[in-house]
């Protein structure tokens, strides 16, 4: 079957206040230059696991992602009444079985002890949550060699369970893995590609660090005011702006990552995009509760290739006449998606709408909406049309 083209792109701009949603490994705020100015950044892999989180509650999947594949396993059999040594030599001779170079874990606090059965992926382990039931299940098979076995001590040593049944469970996958991807070169066929792209988030404007010093009280000291001084002094880094986000979904992709199923890729593709729009990345949230929504969402369909607008903020966005970032932003992204648009052509849009706090009115990003989710609805509708029935 023959399955066309079809983009959804998705453009949000959302303020958010005193945050920092993305650190590095200093813990300072992530910034990009971009058009000769410093901008806050927020990397696509923080925000894609933000979406990530969101969409397995909304659709009830789970995808683990981890070394410790042999712990879980070890886990779920304790669980299941097993002993606890019986459990952990099956969960070692899973993932020694995976077919992915290991290494022994490292006894707490001696670098140079192993622990027995403690087996680590070299890779990252990325499967369905019920995974972990089937591995379970297949050491259940094979209980009795597993009784006879023995330990995995050394990263030579073999596994009695069947390479080929765990490397299957290893290579299932479920809706998260068919929207993301997954590499694991490791095990023939188990590479899935994503049919999602997201680009890091960046603000539309210029925007500076911000140092935040703090102290925290010493309750005691405080009440028997017998000495001067805080409990505990530090500094943090935040930063504040208004942010555009993109990201676009391959509908080819996902019908080849899930088969000729429309019903399943609806679910997934409406699951995406709300997860998207609704979708904040937690560091510091108990400090900052930077708990925004955003000020608008654009969602285009295209037939030809996807389309960013990141361009329109090269030039950086400059602060309205009494203040704020996030009208400016709107104005100056409807200007360049009209200006784009007249430049490719309008006849591979297949439709495209907006939802906004805005009470203007953004022709230029075509219908406007209500509701996001009116807004998602209309674009599925016309996303998933076959080719021959919207001739």
Same mark, same amino acid.
């Given at each position: 079957?023959?399955?066309?083209?079809?983009?959804?792109?998705?453009?949000v701009?959302?303020s958010?206040?005193?945050?920092?949603?993305?650190?590095?490994?200093?813990? &300072?705020?992530?910034t990009?230059?971009?058009?000769?100015?410093?901008?806050?950044?927020?990397?696509? $892999?923080?925000?894609?696991?933000?979406?990530?989180?969101?969409?397995?509650?909304?659709?009830?999947?789970?995808?683990?992602?981890?070394?410790? %594949?042999?712990?879980?396993?070890?886990? =779920?059999?304790?669980?299941?009444?097993?002993?606890?040594?019986?459990? $952990?030599?099956?969960?070692?001779?899973?993932?020694?079985?995976?077919?992915?170079?290991?290494e022994?874990?490292?006894? +707490?606090?001696?670098?140079?002890? &192993?622990?027995?059965?403690?087996?680590?992926?070299? =890779?990252?382990?990325?499967?369905?949550?019920?995974?972990?039931?089937?591995?379970?299940?297949?050491?259940?098979?094979?209980?009795?060699?597993?009784? @006879?076995?023995?330990?995995?001590t050394?990263?030579?040593?073999?596994?009695?369970?069947? +390479?080929?049944?765990?490397?299957?469970?290893?290579?299932?996958?479920?809706?998260?893995?068919?929207?993301?991807?997954?590499?694991?070169?490791?095990? !023939? !066929?188990?590479?899935?590609d994503?049919?999602? $792209?997201?680009?890091?988030?960046?603000?539309?404007?210029?925007?500076?660090?911000?140092?935040?010093?703090?102290?925290?009280?010493?309750?005691?000291?405080?009440?028997?005011?017998?000495?001067?001084?805080?409990?505990?002094?530090?500094?943090?880094?935040?930063?504040?702006?208004?942010?555009?986000?993109?990201?676009?979904?391959?509908?080819?992709?996902?019908?080849?990552?899930?088969?000729?199923? *429309?019903?399943?890729?609806?679910?997934? =593709?409406?699951?995406?995009? %709300?997860?998207?729009?609704? &979708?904040?990345? @937690?560091?510091?949230?108990?400090?900052?509760?930077?708990?925004?929504?955003?000020?608008?969402?654009?969602?285009?369909?295209?037939?030809?290739?996807?389309?960013?607008?990141?361009?329109?903020?090269?030039? *950086?966005? @400059?602060?309205?006449?009494?203040?704020?970032?996030?009208? +400016?932003?709107?104005? @100056?992204?409807?200007?360049?998606?009209?200006?784009?648009?007249?430049?490719l052509?309008?006849?591979?849009?297949?439709?495209?709408?907006?939802?906004?706090?805005?009470?203007?009115?953004?022709?230029?990003?075509?219908?406007?909406?209500? &509701?996001f989710?009116?807004?998602?609805?209309?674009?599925? !509708?016309?996303?998933?049309? +076959?080719?021959?029935?919207?001739?």
């Open positions: 079957m023959h399955t066309p083209a079809r983009f959804i792109d998705i453009h701009l959302q958010v206040p005193f945050a920092n949603l993305n650190r590095d490994d200093t813990n &300072s705020v992530k990009v230059q971009y058009g000769n100015t410093l901008r806050t950044r927020v990397s696509s $892999q923080c925000w894609k696991r933000a979406i990530r989180t969101v969409l397995e509650d909304h659709i009830g999947q789970a995808a683990l992602r981890t070394r410790r %594949i042999g712990d879980r396993v070890t886990r =779920a059999l304790e669980h299941r009444g097993w002993p606890t040594e019986l459990a $952990q030599r099956a969960g070692g001779h899973t993932a020694a079985a995976s077919g992915i170079k290991f022994l874990a490292k006894a +707490p606090g001696n670098a140079k002890q &192993s622990v027995t059965n403690k087996v680590l992926t070299n =890779a990252l382990v990325y499967v369905p949550e019920t995974a972990i039931s089937d591995l379970a299940d297949l050491a259940e098979q094979h209980r009795n060699e597993l009784e @006879q076995a023995k330990d995995i050394k990263s030579t040593d073999k596994s009695i369970l069947p +390479p080929a049944d765990v490397a299957a469970v290893l290579r299932s996958r479920n809706g998260v893995i068919n929207l993301f991807g997954r590499m694991l070169a490791e095990i !023939d !066929d188990a590479g899935v994503g049919a999602v $792209q997201v680009a890091h988030a960046l603000t539309t404007h210029e925007t500076d660090v911000e140092l935040d010093y703090f102290s925290a009280v010493d309750d005691v000291t405080a009440l028997w005011d017998d000495a001067s001084g805080s409990g505990h002094m530090g500094h943090a880094e935040f930063s504040t702006g208004t942010f555009y986000r993109y990201a676009t979904l391959d509908l080819r992709d996902l019908t080849a990552n899930i088969g000729d199923d *429309p019903t399943s890729a609806r679910e997934l =593709a409406d699951a995406f995009l %709300i997860s998207f729009i609704t &979708s904040l990345p @937690q560091a510091k949230k108990n400090s900052t509760a930077a708990h925004t929504i955003p000020d608008l969402v654009h969602i285009s369909v295209r037939s030809d290739r996807p389309l960013s607008f990141a361009a329109a903020f090269e030039k *950086p966005v @400059q602060a309205a006449a009494h203040g704020g970032f996030a009208a +400016p932003s709107r104005t @100056q992204l409807t200007a360049y998606a009209e200006a784009a648009n007249t430049l052509g309008t006849h591979a849009i297949l439709t495209s709408g907006w939802a906004s706090l805005d009470t203007h009115n953004l022709s230029g990003l075509g219908e406007r909406h209500d &509701s989710n009116s807004l998602i609805t209309t674009v599925l !509708d016309t996303a998933l049309t +076959p080719a021959e029935a919207a001739a």
